[in-house]
């Protein structure tokens, strides 16, 4: 490594350190360090982008914040000149990741990876440049795999080392079933590396096994081993568990500007310097003023939280948009004015409604206990008036406006 750093110019070196700084901001784990700087060098002194690949099985197309951890650092290589190669997992989407399921994950059809891909590249776009992205269906190599390839790949890997996998551990512990076909997941991913010839793979710290068996595999075929980049996990709104769409503690990239803008101010303050880096489009100098700033009380955590929010609308909705969302929270959140454009839903129902049977029937809230609990915790309100009675019944007429929370509002127009 020191005789390749000797042989570049001065220029060359800074460049080096440049990217590394840039590629280390956030990262949870690099492994190992050394061949990621290595690897850098050389792309530098032969001209030759280096080839990052983000390995994906379409089955979620739902894209929130958690998951543009990995694709703000993809987009980092991609505007330093290198090589996204993204594979679509049809073929082992077919049999699902059993990355942190206690029970085999369902299988997908044809049909369902095809819609799900699609909806990711159009999802993705938001955040890299897809008309410079290298798209693989693995598929393309794994389905012509005969029996007796995948004999002579399953000869490469010990029974030993797939069961030091967390998941596959914890069932054994208490005696879950572990099928046949699971074990062969990370062979298949791995195998991906090894057709690709990957330098660098992505992904979470929950993906640490699958991205590893990329480079034993490369190694075992006698290739040049990637680097892996391991990204931490977002918590969610919560501030405890990992951002998801079941726990309901997520962003949308596809959300509306108010509303990404809204939730994004419920961000616990403690999160707030892991979402500026993790999520946001600031360069490391800036990244670390702001992070100083916190840390010396010299930014409000409030100012703090609004700028995150403006920057995170202004990524996916643009900067005017972002202006005009946080004019809308604070006219409506700070300052306590009904928003302008308040949707409206048309009431055919009857007259008078209990309080909690008309939060359900607008869809305002699921259930008539999430209901109760609302009104118990006076976050219900009647044309700005807060409801707290459970047993309130209420007269619909045209005009009512009902508010749950901060950011939810109706207005009820009737059917007559």
Not at 14 to 32: C, D, F, L, T, W
Not at 55 to 68: E, I, K, R
Request: with cysteine; aromatic share 6%.
């Amino acid at each position: 490594m020191k005789k390749l750093i000797e042989q570049l110019t001065e220029g060359q070196r800074n460049e080096v350190k440049r990217q590394m700084a840039i590629y280390s901001q956030g990262v949870q784990e690099i492994i190992p360090t050394e061949e990621l700087e290595s690897k850098i060098a050389r792309s530098i002194m032969e001209n030759r982008p280096l080839k990052i690949k983000l390995g994906l099985d379409p089955s979620a197309p739902d894209v929130h914040l958690g998951h543009t951890v990995v694709l703000n650092k993809m987009r980092q290589f991609q505007e330093n000149g290198h090589t996204i190669q993204l594979i679509i997992g049809d073929f082992t989407g077919k049999i699902g990741d059993p990355t942190g399921k206690s029970i085999a994950r369902k299988q997908l059809t044809d049909e369902e990876v095809k819609h799900n891909a699609k909806t990711y590249f159009e999802q993705f776009a938001k955040v890299i440049d897809m008309d410079k992205v290298e798209l693989h269906y693995n598929s393309a190599w794994l389905s012509k795999l005969n029996f007796e390839d995948v004999i002579q790949l399953a000869g490469k890997i010990t029974v030993a080392r797939l069961l030091e996998r967390d998941d596959f551990e914890e069932r054994m512990a208490f005696n879950k079933p572990i099928s046949l076909h699971e074990f062969f997941y990370p062979l298949m991913q791995g195998y991906d590396s090894v057709m690709l010839e990957c330098d660098i793979e992505l992904g979470g710290t929950d993906q640490h096994f699958n991205i590893l068996m990329g480079r034993h595999f490369q190694e075992k075929f006698g290739k040049e081993k990637q680097v892996a980049l391991l990204m931490p996990l977002l918590e969610g709104l919560d501030g405890v568990e990992k951002m998801s769409k079941s726990k309901k503690n997520y962003i949308g990239i596809d959300e509306s500007p108010t509303e990404m803008y809204g939730k994004a101010m419920s961000i616990p303050d403690g999160l707030m310097s892991k979402y500026f880096e993790l999520i946001t489009d600031f360069k490391p100098k800036e990244m670390k003023e702001i992070k100083g700033q916190l840390e010396s009380g010299s930014l409000h955590p409030r100012d703090a939280k609004m700028l995150l929010a403006k920057t995170i609308v202004r990524m996916y909705h643009g900067a005017n948009t972002a202006e005009k969302a946080e004019q809308h929270f604070i006219s409506v959140f700070q300052q306590g004015a009904m928003p302008e454009d308040i949707p409206t839903i048309t009431w055919d129902g009857e007259s008078k409604v209990p309080l909690i049977d008309l939060l359900v029937k607008l869809q305002l809230l699921s259930s008539k206990s999430e209901a109760r609990r609302m009104i118990e915790n006076r976050g219900v309100k009647l044309n700005n008036i807060k409801a707290e009675d459970t047993k309130l019944e209420v007269t619909v007429s045209a005009g009512l406006i009902v508010q749950v929370g901060k950011r939810k509002f109706v207005k009820i127009i009737t059917g007559e």
